[in-house]
Structures are given as C-alpha cells and as structure tokens.
C-alpha cells in the first residue's frame, strides 16, 4: 500500500512538471521579428508634450515609445500588421502636434495648453 501511495505521487509530479512545460512558451522571438521600429520628428515643447505624444502613439498601437523633448524626435517600435508611421503621424496631428507628413489643423494646435505650443512652420 504505501509503494502504491509513492508510486501515485510521482505519478502525479511528472504530469504535473509535463502539463508545466508544455504550457510554458517563449513568444519573444515572434514578436522582435514581426515589430518595426521608426524614428521621425514630431513636434512639442515640453514633459506635458511628451506625454500627450506618448500616450498618444500608445493608444495607436505602438509597442514601445520614446519622444526625447530635446531633439523632437519620437521611436516607436509597432506591429506592421497593426498599425504604421502614417497612421501614428495622423494621430498625432489630430491630438496638435505636427510631423514631418502632417500638419495638425489650428484648431487642435490652438487646444493645447499655453505651454505646449510650440514654433510652427509657416
């Protein structure tokens, strides 16, 4: 009786390591592969600019981001499958902030707080 006992509780610890690492699967390599990562200049002012444009590229779909307030410039790494520069650039001018491709309308640029406006192209 008690080696049935052992026997059934190494039993259930195999499966159980089996059931484990079989669930366990490392998607890392799928997602480096399927991501691209753009550099392009959006423009603001300040840490209130960098997080509109953060939060904005987010909510668009990009994986990571990074808008440096210094140089205007944005990284963002995306899914190409779901989304793309183009429809990052045109979020961002709908929310006041110009890119390289679009220009945000006077409307949205006039929406901003005092401290977010910034020098725009003529």
């Given at each position: 009786m008690k080696s049935l006992r052992i026997f059934l509780t190494l039993l259930f610890a195999v499966i159980l390591g089996v059931t484990t690492s079989a669930q366990t699967h490392d998607h890392s390599s799928m997602t480096m592969a399927s991501s691209k990562t753009e550099t392009f200049k959006?423009?603001?002012k300040c840490d209130m600019c960098k997080a509109r444009i953060e939060k904005?590229?987010?909510?668009?779909?990009?994986?990571?981001?990074?808008?440096?307030v210094k140089t205007q410039m944005l990284t963002v790494t995306f899914d190409?499958?779901?989304?793309n520069k183009d429809a990052i650039s045109k979020k961002l001018a709908a929310v006041g902030h110009?890119?390289?491709?679009?220009?945000?309308?006077?409307?949205?640029y006039a929406n901003l707080p005092g401290c977010c406006h910034y020098d725009r192209a003529k």
């Open positions: 959006v423009f603001g904005t590229v987010k909510a668009e779909g990009a994986t990571e981001n990074v808008w440096d190409p499958s779901k989304t110009d890119t390289e491709k679009y220009k945000a309308t006077n409307e949205a």
